[in-house]
C-alpha cells in the first residue's frame, strides 16, 4: 500500500486558516506494478484516453492521486467522483461542494494542488534538465516566442548561463498563471508579463485575471536517488522546478495590500527522496 511519506505545513500566514491549499508531490517510479489497481478507480473514458497517454504511467498515477487527493477533500470515494474537460481541456470535478484544482506531471514527478477554499489554482513542473541540450539559438527562438518585449529586454541583460534557468523559471509560472486562469497556452505565453526577476511583477496583468488578487509562488523540487538505484544514474530527472499561481477574489483580501493576503499551502510528499521548497517572494 502506498501511504503519505510526510506532512507538513510549508507556509502559513492565515489568521483564521481559511481552507488551506494542499499541495501533493509524488512519483511514479517503481509504481508499474500498481498501474491495473489504480486503473479500477477510473472512468471509462479515463481508461480509454490514459491507456494512450504519451508517458502512461505518470498520467495514470497522476490520475489516480487526483482521485484520492478529491476523495479526501469531498469525502467520496475516489473512484465515485465524477471529472469533466471544459472546452479548454481544464479538468474540473463535479461535485456538490467547491473544489479547485490544477496538476502537473512531468518525467515521473507530478504535483496536485487543491482546495475548497474559492480560490484559483494553477500548478507546472518541469525537468530542469530539458532545456540544458538546448542551442543559444534554441535559447532565443523560446524567449522571442514566450517573453513580452519588456521581459526579453531584462533576458538581454542575462549571461548565457544564467538564461536557461531563467527561461524555465518564466515558462513555468506563466504556464501555472495561465492554468489558474482556466485557458491553458490557448493564451499565448508573449501576451502575459510576469517580469524575469526573483519577485514576479503583477503590475501588468491581462483583463481576464484583474478580478482577483495574484500570488506567484516558485516550486524547487529536488529527487535523491533510493539506496539500492545506482547514485549515478543520470538517465532518471532529478531536478525540477515549477510554481503555483493562486488568485483570491478581491473582496476577500478585505483591504489588505495584496502581498499581504493570506495564504496556507500544507505539503505532502507521497514517495521517498524527495526534498520541496515553495518560495514566496510576493510580488512587485
Ligand atoms: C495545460 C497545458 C499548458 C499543459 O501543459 P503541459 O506542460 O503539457 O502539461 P502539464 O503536465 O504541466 O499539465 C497537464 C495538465 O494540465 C491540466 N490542464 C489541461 N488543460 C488545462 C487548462 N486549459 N487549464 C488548466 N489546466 C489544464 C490537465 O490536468 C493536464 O493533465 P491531465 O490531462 O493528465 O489531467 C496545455 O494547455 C498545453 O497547451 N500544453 C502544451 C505544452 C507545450 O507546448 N510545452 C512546451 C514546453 S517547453
Given at each position: 500500500?502506498?501511504?503519505?511519506?510526510?506532512?507538513?505545513?510549508?507556509?502559513?500566514?492565515a489568521r483564521d486558516d481559511p481552507e488551506p491549499i494542499l499541495l501533493t508531490i509524488f512519483s511514479a517510479l517503481g509504481r508499474e506494478a500498481e498501474i491495473p489497481r489504480?486503473?479500477?478507480?477510473?472512468?471509462?473514458s479515463?481508461?480509454?484516453?490514459?491507456?494512450?497517454?504519451?508517458?502512461?504511467?505518470?498520467?495514470?498515477?497522476t490520475r489516480a492521486t487526483l482521485r484520492q487527493v478529491l476523495s479526501s477533500l469531498l469525502r467520496?470515494?475516489?473512484?465515485?467522483?465524477?471529472?469533466?474537460?471544459?472546452?479548454?481541456?481544464?479538468?474540473?470535478a463535479v461535485a456538490r461542494r467547491r473544489v479547485e484544482f490544477s496538476v502537473t506531471h512531468t518525467a515521473h514527478v507530478g504535483a496536485i494542488i487543491a482546495t475548497t477554499g474559492r480560490l484559483a489554482?494553477?500548478?507546472?513542473?518541469?525537468?530542469?534538465?530539458?532545456?540544458?541540450?538546448?542551442?543559444?539559438?534554441?535559447?532565443a527562438r523560446m524567449a522571442r516566442r514566450c517573453l513580452t518585449t519588456d521581459e526579453r529586454t531584462e533576458f538581454d541583460t542575462l549571461r548565457d548561463?544564467?538564461?536557461?534557468?531563467?527561461?524555465?523559471?518564466?515558462w513555468?509560472?506563466?504556464?501555472?498563471?495561465?492554468?489558474?486562469?482556466?485557458?491553458?497556452l490557448t493564451t499565448p505565453m508573449r501576451h502575459v508579463h510576469l517580469g524575469l526577476g526573483d519577485i514576479p511583477d503583477l503590475r501588468q496583468l491581462p483583463a481576464p485575471a484583474q478580478g482577483w488578487a495574484w500570488r506567484l509562488l516558485d516550486l524547487d523540487v529536488r529527487h535523491t536517488p533510493a539506496a539500492c538505484e545506482p547514485a549515478g544514474d543520470t538517465a532518471v530527472p532529478r531536478d525540477f522546478l515549477g510554481a503555483i499561481a493562486?488568485?483570491?477574489?478581491?473582496?476577500?483580501?478585505?483591504?489588505?495590500?495584496?502581498?499581504?493576503?493570506?495564504?496556507?499551502?500544507?505539503?505532502?510528499?507521497?514517495?521517498?527522496?524527495?526534498?520541496?521548497?515553495?518560495?514566496?517572494?510576493?510580488?512587485?
Amino acid at each position: 500500500m502506498h501511504a503519505p511519506m510526510n506532512r507538513e505545513t510549508v507556509m502559513s500566514r492565515a489568521r483564521d486558516d481559511p481552507e488551506p491549499i494542499l499541495l501533493t508531490i509524488f512519483s511514479a517510479l517503481g509504481r508499474e506494478a500498481e498501474i491495473p489497481r489504480l486503473l479500477t478507480m477510473f472512468s471509462e473514458s479515463e481508461r480509454a484516453r490514459f491507456s494512450q497517454h504519451h508517458g502512461r504511467e505518470n498520467a495514470v498515477v497522476t490520475r489516480a492521486t487526483l482521485r484520492q487527493v478529491l476523495s479526501s477533500l469531498l469525502r467520496t470515494e475516489p473512484g465515485g467522483i465524477v471529472i469533466e474537460n471544459d472546452a479548454h481541456g481544464r479538468p474540473r470535478a463535479v461535485a456538490r461542494r467547491r473544489v479547485e484544482f490544477s496538476v502537473t506531471h512531468t518525467a515521473h514527478v507530478g504535483a496536485i494542488i487543491a482546495t475548497t477554499g474559492r480560490l484559483a489554482l494553477g500548478i507546472d513542473l518541469e525537468w530542469r534538465g530539458r532545456v540544458k541540450p538546448w542551442t543559444d539559438d534554441a535559447v532565443a527562438r523560446m524567449a522571442r516566442r514566450c517573453l513580452t518585449t519588456d521581459e526579453r529586454t531584462e533576458f538581454d541583460t542575462l549571461r548565457d548561463d544564467e538564461k536557461r534557468n531563467a527561461f524555465l523559471r518564466a515558462w513555468t509560472r506563466k504556464e501555472a498563471f495561465l492554468k489558474a486562469l482556466g485557458t491553458g497556452l490557448t493564451t499565448p505565453m508573449r501576451h502575459v508579463h510576469l517580469g524575469l526577476g526573483d519577485i514576479p511583477d503583477l503590475r501588468q496583468l491581462p483583463a481576464p485575471a484583474q478580478g482577483w488578487a495574484w500570488r506567484l509562488l516558485d516550486l524547487d523540487v529536488r529527487h535523491t536517488p533510493a539506496a539500492c538505484e545506482p547514485a549515478g544514474d543520470t538517465a532518471v530527472p532529478r531536478d525540477f522546478l515549477g510554481a503555483i499561481a493562486v488568485g483570491l477574489p478581491r473582496g476577500r483580501t478585505g483591504g489588505l495590500a495584496e502581498p499581504e493576503a493570506d495564504i496556507t499551502v500544507r505539503l505532502t510528499i507521497d514517495a521517498p527522496g524527495f526534498e520541496v521548497s515553495v518560495t514566496d517572494s510576493g510580488s512587485r
